[in-house]
């Protein structure tokens, strides 16, 4: 398994939006349950939210109601589309699977200016 490419992350204002992508190699990629975590400098990483692979999402209460997580099997790829920014989503973003199979990429920088 090669490390997942992760891409999207830019500046953006409060209340603004942004799409990330994740691509992954080297698997069944239907197959996976896939999920996107970030991380703060200093602290531990944060799980944000997960794609089943029958389907189902979840997310954690901090992004619920803001941010949706999708995927096109087809092209390897895993989306998370975030609305209403705000300063505390801030972080750098990974994309792995629910049981951290892949090796972890470089992450892709999202900035919430305030």
């Known amino acids: 398994q090669v490390q997942p490419v992760e891409s999207g992350g830019g500046l953006v204002h409060p209340g603004g939006s942004l799409t990330l992508s994740c691509v992954a190699s080297g698997t069944i990629f239907r197959f996976e349950n896939m999920a996107w975590y970030r991380r703060v400098p200093g602290q531990e990483r944060e799980w944000v939210a997960l794609?089943?692979?029958?389907?189902?999402?979840f997310y954690s209460d901090s992004v619920q109601g803001r941010f949706a997580i999708s995927r096109d099997n087809d092209k390897n790829t895993l989306y998370l589309h975030m609305d209403n920014l705000k300063s505390e989503d801030t972080a750098r973003y990974y994309c792995?699977?629910?049981?951290?199979?892949?090796?972890w990429g470089q992450g892709t920088q999202v900035t919430v200016s305030s």
């Open positions: 794609s089943m692979n029958y389907g189902e999402t």
């Open positions: 792995n699977t629910k049981e951290f199979t892949f090796p």
